[in-house]
C-alpha cells in the first residue's frame, strides 16, 4: 500500500539517470530528462468546514452598454424614425382630411337625394318597410334614408367615396363617385400637380364629383321585374323613352379635354350661346336640340355653380369609340361632372345637382323630335357603322388572302415534294421564268 501512495505522490526511489552512450542519431532525445508529474494535492475538508471562495466575473464593457455606446450612434436610425414618424402622421392626417370631406358632401347632398330616391346608399331595402305601402311605404323610406347619415357614401379607397341610389320615376339607379387629392400622399400630389401643369392630358388633379344617371328607356320591366302582367300595364300607362341624342353644356376650359376623352362629344359641334355666360358652351347635335334642353332653370343653376361646374351631357353614344358594331348600341346616359369647392360649401351647387337628378322628367316628357332633326342625328351614327363595317369587311378579306396564300403556298411544298430531283429542279426553273415573264410585263405596262 505504502509502494502504490509513493507512486500516486511522488515519492519512493529516484529515477537513475539515462546510460550515456549509444547511437549519436538519438542524442537530441536523450539528453534531457524526463519531466515529472505535477504532484496532485487532494482537496480535503470536513462536511462543516467553509468551501473555498469562487472568482467573480471580470470587468467587462460588454455588459455595460451605456459605456459602449452613446446617442451620436444612433443618429441615422434616429434620422429614420423620424422620417417614417412624420410620413405616418401626414398619411393619417391625409386620410383624414379626404373623409371629413366626403362626409360633408355627403350631409349637403343627402336631402336631395332623400327627396328624389326610395333608397339611397348600399344598404339595401330596410326590413321596417314589411307590409308597408302607399304614403306609409314612402314616409318609412325617407326615414330610413335620413337615418342613414353619412353611412349613404361608401369609402373605396383612401381617395374614391361612392353612393348608389335607385326608386324614382323615369330613373333605373344613379351613381355617384368622388375622387378627391391623394392628401394622404404629398409626393404623388405633387407629381400630379406638376404633370398637369405642363401635360394637358394629364388632367388636372382636383377634388371632383362625377354623377352618372341612367334613365329606364322604356326598359322597366327588363330592369324592375314585377308580377305576373305588370309589364303590360306598363307599356300602355307609361313612356319612359325619349329620342336618342348627344347633348352637352361645357366649361370652356375643360371643353378640349372632354372632347379629346369622350367618343359621344365628338359627334357634336360647338357654339356659344348668347343666354350663357362667356365661360360657358353649348355643344350639340342639332340647334332644336339646344333650345328644348337649355331651360332657363338650367341658365341659372350652371351660372350659380361658377368655375366649380365642369359639364352637363346628355348622351346615348360609348366613350370610347366603337370598334364593332354591338358596341354601337345605343345606350343612354346623363353625366354631371363639378368640382368640390376648398369651403365645403355646396349651396352654389345644389341647384345644379337637383337639376340633374330632374332632368330625365323633361326628357321623356318633351325629348320627341322632328323626323328631320333625328334624320340627321342617325346619319352621323349610320356613318361611323359604315366605316366600322368596311373595317371589319377589310379585315376578313386580309384573312383570306393569307389564308390562301398559305393554302397555294402548301400545295405548291407537296407538289415539289412528290417529285424527284431532276423534276424538281426543272419544277423550279419553270417557276423562276413565270417570275421574270410576270417582272418583264410589270415594267413594260408602267413604262
Known sequence: MANVLNNLFGGGKATPDPVVGGDSDFGDFVEGAEPAPAPITPITHTLGGIPPAQTGRPYTKWYNVHERYTWSDFQVEGAILLAFGVVLLVHLIGA???????????????????????????????????????????????????????????????????????GRANVAFLDVKLTLRKRFNPLTALFETVFAFFFESFGDSADTVEAILYPFDGKEAQIVPGPPGAAELRAKDSKTSYDGFVWAIVHKERMKQVRDDRYDVSLTYTKDHPKLPSWLTVMSESAEITDLLLTPELINAATAAGDDFEYLIVS??????????????????????????????????????????RITDQLVSSAKFRPEVMRKVRSVREDAIRHIQKAEEDEKAEERKIAQEKAKKAKRDAELKALDAKAQKKYLEKEREKEVRKMTKRSTTRA
Open 316 to 357: 346615348d353614344q360609348p366613350l370610347e369609340k366603337p370598334t364593332t358594331i354591338e358596341e354601337t348600341t345605343p345606350r343612354k346616359r346623363i353625366f354631371l361632372k363639378y368640382r368640390l369647392p376648398s369651403s365645403d360649401d355646396y349651396s352654389n351647387l345644389l341647384p345644379v345637382f337637383t337639376y340633374f337628378l
Open 96 to 166: 383624414r382630411l379626404n373623409r371629413n370631406k366626403a362626409k360633408k358632401w355627403t350631409r349637403a347632398h343627402a336631402a336631395p337625394l332623400a327627396s328624389e330616391f326610395a333608397l339611397v346608399g348600399f344598404s339595401g331595402v330596410p326590413s321596417s318597410t314589411a307590409g308597408k305601402s302607399g304614403d306609409e311605404l314612402v314616409k318609412a323610406l325617407n326615414d330610413n334614408n335620413v337615418e342613414k347619415g353619412d353611412n349613404i357614401t361608401k369609402e373605396k379607397s383612401l381617395f374614391e367615396y361612392a353612393t348608389y341610389a335607385t
